[in-house]
């Protein structure tokens, strides 16, 4: 009888330990730098993937950088394709990968993935392209990393664009039970991210964020941690448009490590909101009709940046540039303009 009870013992421990450490395989195009890709070699020590998209006819002397979401999310084609029209309006437009994400370096050491270290970034690159002033454009989680660093370098910053911004950071949860005016009419999104992480979940990936945030190491490689990441994106998008038809396939670009480590990180950041009270910064804030963030987080946004226009696109979701290209564009532009 011992000898059963010390067989299955073994055979649990060989089990868990397949299930928790055998590296897992996931089918998707591998990463590959495109032509149009430039980089950067910061102060920070972040090697950065970027677009660059000069301006056109009568240049304005402040340039547009756009800031994408996650985070772990990544430059796409269709980002590209669609902001780098606003250079038509006479902005040179960069486009870069944060770090940990995309066709930008990925970290040794994950503790340095943090929205501190991202900033940091980002006030090395505004440096680096010897920008007098910029116009920050960020999507959703780029939305609050452009409002942290609107509250620390308001004299760097001409106007900001915030699509659908997730919470402000450190979060409030409490402004999630804040209910929306009637006359807005918003609706509840097809999809939800509870819905994408409960299908990708597993116990290995369990396993590698428990270790990755407690233990600052990493059980599954960059590569297997990625391409487990770009699964997820894809899972996670599909909350984000109203038409799921319009979302690009699986595509590797997303970052798992920068992803967890960046939001383990947020609530230790300092607090944007002792700075923006009394803010002039003209503000463009989007929000589309299914978006998934819940209201009182966009109202928070309203109330710190008095001189705001607030744009609401019907039959929209999170992205909004995938569900209404051309009202999104449209709102984007009079707002410059």
């Not at 002792?274 to 009709?289: E, M, R, V």
């Not at 946004?301 to 744009?311: A, N, T």
Request: aromatic content about 12%; glycine content about 6%; hydrophobic content about 35%.
């Amino acid at each position: 009888m011992k000898k059963w009870l010390l067989s299955g013992f073994i055979l649990t421990l060989v089990v868990i330990g397949f299930v928790l450490f055998y590296p897992r395989e996931y089918e998707l195009p591998p990463a590959r730098p495109l032509p149009t890709h430039q980089f950067w070699e910061l102060s920070t020590g972040s090697k950065i993937a970027y677009r660059y998209l000069p301006a056109k006819e009568d240049t304005k002397p402040y340039p547009i950088i756009y800031l994408h979401g996650g985070p772990g999310g990544f430059i796409t084609d269709q980002q590209v394709a669609f902001f780098g029209q606003l250079n038509v309006l006479g902005h040179s437009v960069y486009l870069y990968d944060q770090i940990g994400s995309g066709n930008s370096e990925r970290l040794e050491n994950i503790g340095e993935y943090t929205a501190t270290r991202h900033l940091a970034d980002l006030e090395a690159i505004i440096k680096k392209i010897d920008a007098e002033k910029v116009i920050l454009a960020g999507q959703s989680w780029g939305a609050i990393l452009a409002t942290m660093y609107a509250a620390e370098h308001a004299e760097k910053v001409e106007k900001l664009v915030l699509l659908c911004p997730g919470p402000l950071a450190p979060f409030n949860y409490k402004l999630a039970q804040e209910k929306a005016p009637d006359s807005l009419n918003l609706k509840q999104p097809w999809h939800t991210n509870r819905e994408a992480n409960d299908k990708m979940r597993t116990w290995r990936s369990t396993a590698t964020q428990y270790i990755a945030i407690k233990f600052l190491e990493k059980l599954a490689t960059d590569e297997e941690a990625d391409a487990f990441q770009a699964h997820l994106n894809y899972e996670l998008q599909k909350s984000t448009v109203v038409d799921s038809t319009k979302l690009p396939p699986v595509t590797y670009g997303g970052g798992y490590y920068v992803q967890q480590m960046t939001m383990a990180s947020i609530d230790y950041v300092k607090n944007p909101r002792k700075s923006l009270p009394d803010s002039t910064l003209p503000t463009l804030i989007i929000k589309g009709q299914y978006d998934n963030q819940p209201w009182g987080y966009t109202n928070e946004y309203l109330r710190l940046f008095p001189s705001h226009q607030f744009v609401l696109i019907e039959y929209a979701g999170h992205a909004t540039y995938l569900d209404k290209p051309e009202e999104t564009l449209l709102s984007i532009s009079g707002f410059l303009e």
